[in-house]
């Protein structure tokens, strides 16, 4: 296997998240353009000092990103669609910096939004994947609640993870999102209101599933000289990874395709677990949080509730966890919950994430999960950021 390049010279500046809403009746162009919008005044751009666009969105449908392009008015030297939901946001940073890097594009936009109209999620999941389709609609056995409830009970009986581990998860992001003014979900939740709360696919329960709704996030990528002419904060690029269809013969997923590179993740960064100042799992459910933080390399597998039951995941505790609340507080926008860990570990790292900043953060860990294909999420990633003053 050849040895992975660094990102060196290319930074992640200008993070911007719109105030998301429970249900819209816009289009997700509306949402995309009010992110591109975000990050260039973010920056002091105009959309004409972009020449590069990278689009993350499931309900763009008639248009792509090149027809998107027209909608907005830009011209583009370099154009990507990422259709890996969770995944996209480091997927996007992955590609939008080797193309900084070896001079097809100056400056590139990475946005991803969805509309939420009151029937979104039902068509979106009605031709989601061919494999739940055959396998599982024509049963009435559909949707991600129930294929993460398979997942959720599996990982119990093969761990002896209880509801009460993966409470303390929902608990704590929602002390996070108490702190963010752009998160949905405002009222305290309580480990007893967790588990007292209405079941919806044994042994999922309410908390433990993600809000729909509609917004976008949004950063850019550019050259380190770049960045620093226009005097803009920003993030180095210490490591990233990137894996699809890992395991595949594995019975039922209790592991990603972060446990196939980890090792390579951690030496491209010359860091450790420990040296994270804080974590953004990709949080669809608290079981996938969990495999994150085992496949990832801060404990073995299966080892996540007992690691966990130890540590305070808040904004103030000794592992900061999705400090914005992640999507189970602060809702699920459709592909922009593959940019939401991404947007708040930028603010993380730059220091500019007002009342959900981490104390003295410098490093930052990002983790994507996306494309429930029936029975198991087919893309993974994860990337380490680095402020400027680490």
Known sequence: MSRRQSYDGVVVTAPFSTPYERYSTQTAHYWLARALKGTLDAAGLRKEDIDGLSVASFTLFPDSPVGLSQHLGVTLRWLDSIPMGGA?????????????????????????????????FRKLLSSFSRFAMDAAYPYGYGGPNSMFALLTDRYMQEYGATREDFGRIAVAQRDNALRNPNALMKKPLSLKDYLEARPISDPIALFDCVMPCAGAEAFL???????????????RIAGTIERHNAFPDDPIQLRGGWALDVEDLWSMAEMEPADMDLVQTYDDYPVISMMQFEDLGFCSKGEAPAFL?????????????????????????GAAGGFLGMVEALRQVTRTAGPTQVADAKNALVSGFGMINYDRGLCSGAAILTGESA
């Open 88 to 120: 996209s946001g480091v997927v996007a940073l992955r590609r939008a910096a080797r193309a900084v890097q070896a001079g097809d594009a100056e400056i590139v936009a990475c946005v991803a939004g969805d509309t939420n109209h009151i029937d979104s």
């Open 221 to 235: 990528v550019m050259s380190e000289e770049e960045a620093v002419k226009r005097g803009l904060p920003f993030a």
């Open 309 to 333: 039951r130890d540590r305070d995941l808040t904004v103030t505790g000794d592992l900061p966890h999705n400090t914005s609340g992640g999507q189970l507080s602060a809702g699920q926008a």
